[in-house]
Nanobody, 121 residues
Framework: VQLQASGGGLVQAGDSLRLSCAAS????????VGWLRQAPGKEREFVAA????????YYADSVEGRFTISRINAKNTVYLQMNGLKPEDTAVYYC???????????????WGQGTQVTVSS
C-alpha cells in the first residue's frame, strides 16, 4: 500500500489541524494505520494508531484527549484531528501502515512522506 500524508501547516498554540493520509490500493482495509512524528534532533515517536476496522485506537500519553484518529475505508483515508496544539507538537508527521496494530515505529511496513506541523507559542 502506498500512503500520502497532507494537511500540515503553521498554527498557533491552541489551534487545530486535521491531517489526512490517503492510501492507494484495494487492500487498504487490511492494514492498521498509525501516525508517527519526528521533531528535529529527536527519534521518531508513536502518536496514534487505528485498527483495520477502526474499532480500536491507541494514543500516546502526550496526545491523549487532544488528538483523534479515524478512518474511512471507503475513501482509503485515515485522519488525525489535532486539537489544542502545543509548541511541543511541532514535528514532521508521518502515516504508516502495517498488518498489526502496533505502537512501535519500527514495526510498520509502509510509510508515506511526512507533512510538517509547526506550532508557534
Amino acid at each position: 500500500v502506498q500512503l500520502q500524508a497532507s494537511g500540515g501547516g503553521l498554527v498557533q498554540a491552541g489551534d487545530s489541524l486535521r491531517l489526512s493520509c490517503a492510501a492507494s490500493g484495494r487492500t487498504f482495509s487490511s492494514y492498521a494505520v498509525g501516525w508517527l512524528r519526528q521533531a528535529p534532533g529527536k527519534e521518531r515517536e508513536f502518536v496514534a494508531a487505528i485498527s483495520r476496522t477502526g474499532g480500536t485506537t491507541y494514543y500516546a500519553d502526550s496526545v491523549e484527549g487532544r488528538f483523534t484518529i479515524s478512518r474511512i475505508n471507503a475513501k482509503n483515508t485515515v485522519y488525525l484531528q489535532m486539537n489544542g496544539l502545543k509548541p511541543e507538537d511541532t514535528a514532521v508527521y508521518y502515516c504508516a501502515a502495517g498488518l498489526r496494530l502496533v505502537t512501535n515505529p519500527t514495526s510498520y511496513d509502509s510509510w508515506g512522506q511526512g507533512t510538517q506541523v509547526t506550532v508557534s507559542s
